[in-house]
């Protein structure tokens, strides 16, 4: 019982927290997070980071809809999860200072999204063949 006022506590409190700090509103320090574990934008004749995560994780018929889709619904808390293992979760919250509530809530947001934008700016990154054929 008095676990459970204690948790109840902890979590109100960090509630109030991430509400007084806007947290959830901050989304830049998160996606150079998102951006440092999904290394650099891919590259044709380079494997992706990205596609090496999401073919381990099962996910890859997901990263290619979000890759393909314009304002794709938010990821799901599983498909975070299997994105992600714990430890990177937990050091994506410390390094941003988010809760872990939040850091779930923004993820599911913003996972979608970076991976969508990585996949557009990858055609705009010019390869040996259009430099040599300019």
């Known amino acids: ?9 902890t979590s109100a409190a960090t509630q109030v927290g991430d509400f007084l700090t806007f947290a ?6 998160l996606l150079s997070v998102i951006n440092d574990i999904l290394g650099p934008v891919p ?17 890859i018929d997901v990263i290619r ?4 889709t314009d304002k794709a ?15 990177e979760l937990t050091s994506i919250s410390d390094q941003t ?11 599911r947001e913003l996972l979608p999204r970076s991976v969508r934008r990585r996949a557009t700016n ?3 990154i010019p390869t040996k063949a259009t430099i040599n054929n300019v």
């Open 73 to 87: 619904p938010p990821a799901t808390e599983e498909e975070i999860r299997q994105f992600f293992i714990p430890s």
């Open 43 to 59: 590259q044709p004749d380079h494997p992706s980071k990205l596609e090496e995560r999401a073919s381990a994780a099962g996910m």
């Open 24 to 29: 959830k509103q901050d989304e830049s320090g």
């Open 122 to 124: 990858a055609c705009l």
């Open 65 to 68: 809809y979000w890759q393909a």
């Open 97 to 107: 200072g988010l809760s872990e509530d939040a850091t779930m809530s923004m993820l």
């Open 1 to 9: 019982m008095i676990m459970k006022i204690k948790d109840h506590i």
